[in-house]
Each structure stands twice: as structure tokens, then as C-alpha cells.
């Protein structure tokens, strides 16, 4: 898999330092199931020279972003990396306050709320709350999932405006050209079920065993537009019940965790 690069328009912004954002670049190639990757894996998913993975590895392994591991001769994140995420996490009042509410819908549903945030092309886990279902799906704060073909990133993309969804969504071609009409017509769709459902929907579409619904809002602590999907096994997990009986329970709760001046979807 390879990293979602930066927009291509920050190369004509003379304030833009490219070795800086290559090195954040090749942090983000690690995802939450990675353990080691080594230059050449790096390289592959960074589209940068191999030569130039090599010195940002060093440098960053210096700085304790990563960690070397000589046996393999291989690297995995470094305490660093680690501290940067947990100041983050502890900075999302939302997660605090979505929590219990979040916990209340899994156990309903049996199933897993998850609440994420965008970056670049990808949605990111922050918070998840489980059923005590023996089947739910196995992703963990810190997991990153595509924004146009998942019920949280198209919720995302319909809560924004246009003009940043279709900032978004031009990168989303630039990257996958052939799968581009697919991917726009089905954002098309979502947009329009978005209004007249209130959440965005995901049947078979990210992964064929997986449905999805969500539904996103800008948080009362001024974080950045969020998402909360609520997920599972299709064949566990029928599209009726999750239109019928989720649906109302999670717009609901997410009209609690929306800024006063949003107001609060139907």
C-alpha cells in the first residue's frame, strides 16, 4: 500500500519544506499493522529513491522517530513518534465525551462504534467501543481506512463543503484513475443519501463482508470535523437493521456531541 501524498500544489509554496514533509511522509507509510519495514518496503510506499529513504531513516532514528532493529535490519516507530500521538489523543476532548455514548450503541447493536478523524486520503481510528460479540471487526484506534469507499470517510466528505470535498476527492483520482468513476458516482450517492438518510452508508463497498453506516459533525471542542461509524460482519450484520434500528440511535447520539450553532440532523 502506498502513502497518500501531500497535495500536489504545495510544491509552488515557497514556505513548503519538502525534506521536512518527506521525512513526516515516510512516518505515515507505517500503519497500525506494521511491526518492521525496512528501506525497501519504505521506499515502495513512499514513491521516494531508496537512497533517500535511507537518510531519512537515519536521521529520524536519531531523533527517536524510529527505532533499528539489527537483526532484521528493519525498523518500527520509535517513543517519539509514540509521544506525538498520545499528546494528540489527550488533547480530543470528544473522545472523553463520545465514549460511554459510544459504548451504549455498540452494546446494542453488537457491534463496533469507531469515531475517526481525516488525514489526507485516509480516516483514522481515535476511539473504538466493542460489543462483547465474539464478532465484531478487529480495527484499533490508530487503523487507517480509505475515505471514499468507507460509510466514515463519505460521511466525512458530505459533512464538508464542496469545495473541500472536491479538493479531496480530485486527489482521490489522482491517485486511482481507473477506479476514479466508480468512486464518484458512488460519492455522488452519498451525498444525496447523506441528506435524506442523515448518514452515509457502506454495504460491501470497502471490503464485500463489511456494512457500514455513519454519520459525521464538527465536535463542541472545536476539533476538526469527525466522523462515528458503526460496523460489522455482513452476514451478522444486515443492511436493515442497520438502516431501521441503528441509524436513529447514532444520528441521535451524534446530535449531542455537535457544536450549538450546528443544529442537529432528522
Known amino acids: 500500500m502506498k ?15 519538502t525534506a521536512l514533509a518527506r521525512g513526516l511522509d515516510l512516518l505515515a507509510c507505517f500503519r497500525s499493522g506494521d511491526k518492521l519495514l525496512g528501506n525497501q518496503e519504505l521506499a515502495e510506499r513512499s514513491r521516494l529513491p531508496k537512497s533517500t529513504v535511507s537518510r531519512l531513516t537515519y536521521t529520524l532514528t536519531k531523533l527517536g522517530y524510529l527505532q533499528y532493529d539489527e537483526a532484521l535490519g528493519k525498523y518500527r516507530l520509535g517513543s517519539a513518534t509514540l509521544a506525538l500521538g498520545s499528546a494528540m489523543l489527550s488533547r480530543l476532548d470528544i473522545r472523553q465525551l463520545a465514549r460511554p455514548l459510544m459504548q451504549e450503541l455498540a452494546d446494542f447493536s453488537q457491534t463496533m462504534v469507531s469515531l475517526g478523524m481525516r488525514d489526507r486520503l485516509s480516516m483514522i481510528y481515535v476511539e473504538n467501543c466493542r460489543s462483547q460479540a465474539a464478532l465484531t471487526l478487529r480495527l484499533d484506534v490508530g487503523a487507517r481506512i480509505p475515505i471514499a469507499s468507507t460509510a466514515m470517510g463519505r460521511a466525512y466528505l458530505a459533512e464538508v463543503s464542496s469545495a473541500e470535498r472536491n479538493d479531496i476527492l480530485e486527489r482521490v483520482r489522482d491517485l486511482d484513475e481507473l477506479a476514479w468513476p466508480t468512486l464518484r458516482d458512488r460519492m455522488a450517492r452519498a451525498v444525496e443519501e447523506y441528506q435524506t438518510l442523515g448518514c452515509c452508508t457502506s454495504f460491501g463497498d470497502w471490503q464485500p463482508d463489511v456494512n457500514a453506516i455513519a454519520v459525521a459533525f464538527r465536535p463542541a471542542d472545536n476539533a476538526p470535523p469527525m466522523s462515528i461509524n458503526c460496523g460489522g460482519p455482513a452476514f451478522n450484520l444486515k443492511q436493515e437493521f442497520l438502516l431501521e434500528e441503528v441509524r436513529p440511535r447514532l444520528i441521535a447520539m451524534v446530535n449531542t456531541l455537535r457544536r450549538p450553532s450546528q443544529g442537529g440532523r432528522d
Open 3 to 17: 502513502v497518500d501524498l501531500p497535495n500536489p500544489r504545495v510544491k509552488e509554496d515557497r514556505h513548503f519544506v
